[in-house]
């Protein structure tokens, strides 16, 4: 029997799926269509396109977003259900919102209405000029520090691992800054097809009319702890909850610190909760003792006799 403590982290959208997730998932339950049903009762969420792309590529942003929520917490679910027992929840950029789920302080339907509003104000936000979000890996923060010092809106908004970074400003000096780092040796550099600056200065009027709409959400208390990825605190409130959420629109995120912060916590155990397996493979960069389990070893956790032990889970999902 496993004694380490146990995680639940949550991918944004615009990750690749591995293109078996609702097969994984429909072998144990049928959460994947009954939230599907729902989704598309609640929002304008197109199940045609969800059931068409199976890749994960899909061309709409916000129908991207409902659909790595969906299936995340159609794991959630799965895991509850499951001898699987999580201590913490923590969910990597739009991926809080599903964090929120598996932690039982918003329901599905309140986690979709987050999306859409969140997504509303930061396009209203960045309707009248054009920004990017690259990805550079192979180098190391001080260089790509240096690599943006000369443009005065690029940021560095998210830093995966220890070799990975995610920049965000206007589109032209993001594709410039792109090509300084291939020059300086980075290993890969990719640009985005996000539009939207998530987690940077320019998201400060998008987060404070995003903040007005959740005084009028009503929010629980998680029931277990979500590490913040901007500060790594433990988020244990509906207020501090509400101030994440805020702060997630806006505020550089960190990655790696949020994943040293749970493994210095005693987590041995992570379980990637939704489509493919981009977590695990970040993860590769970061150090500690741990173990990352991605959609396509949920087969194995759940049949085997390992048994992952934690708090116990109140629901199955609500």
């Known amino acids: 029997m496993r ?19 609702r097969e994984i998932i429909g072998e144990f339950s049928d959460d994947w269509t009954n939230l599907s049903d729902r989704a598309a009762r609640h929002v304008r969420f197109d199940t045609g396109e969800l059931a068409a792309c199976r890749s994960g590529d899909f061309k709409d942003e916000l129908q991207s977003q409902y659909a790595v929520y969906l299936y995340s917490c159609a794991v959630s679910n799965l895991v509850k259900r499951s001898s699987i027992r999580t201590d913490y929840s923590a969910g990597y950029s ?15 339907e309140q986690g979709l209405d987050l999306i859409h509003t969140a997504y509303q104000n930061i396009k209203k936000a960045t309707v009248k000029l ?17 690599l943006i010092a000369g443009f005065a809106d690029l940021e560095i908004i998210n830093i995966n691992n220890k070799f990975s970074f995610l920049i965000a400003g206007f589109e032209e000096n993001v594709r410039k800054a792109l090509s300084g780092a291939r020059e300086q040796g980075a290993l890969n550099t990719r640009y985005l097809a996000f539009t939207m600056p998530y987690h940077s200065k320019f998201m400060d009027d998008a987060a404070s009319g995003f903040n007005k709409y ?44 949020t994943m040293t912060r749970l493994i210095g916590a005693g987590v041995g155990a992570f379980i990637e909760c939704g489509p493919g397996k981009s977590l695990y493979k970040m993860a590769k960069f970061i150090d500690g003792a741990f173990t990352v389990y991605p959609a396509d070893a949920l087969r194995e956790l759940i049949r085997s006799d390992r048994v992952l032990t934690g708090v116990p889970a109140t629901t199955s999902g609500i």
């Not at 990805?135 to 790509?144: A, H, N, P, T, Y």
């Not at 433990?234 to 994440?244: G, P, R």
């Open 3 to 21: 004694q380490e403590k146990v995680a639940a982290i949550f991918p944004a959208f615009g990750c690749k799926y591995l293109g078996n997730e």
């Open 94 to 108: 739009m991926g809080l919102y599903a964090a929120l789920y598996h932690a039982e302080s918003v329901t599905f």
């Open 130 to 146: 054009k920004f990017g979000i690259g990805v550079i890996s192979g180098l190391v923060r001080s260089d790509v520090s240096a």
């Open 214 to 257: 959740l005084q009028s959400v009503k929010i629980h208390d998680p029931v277990c702890p979500v590490v913040s990825t901007i500060d790594q605190r433990l988020v244990t409130s509906s207020a501090e909850v509400i101030k994440d959420m805020t702060d997630n629109i806006h505020r550089n995120i960190n990655w790696l610190n």
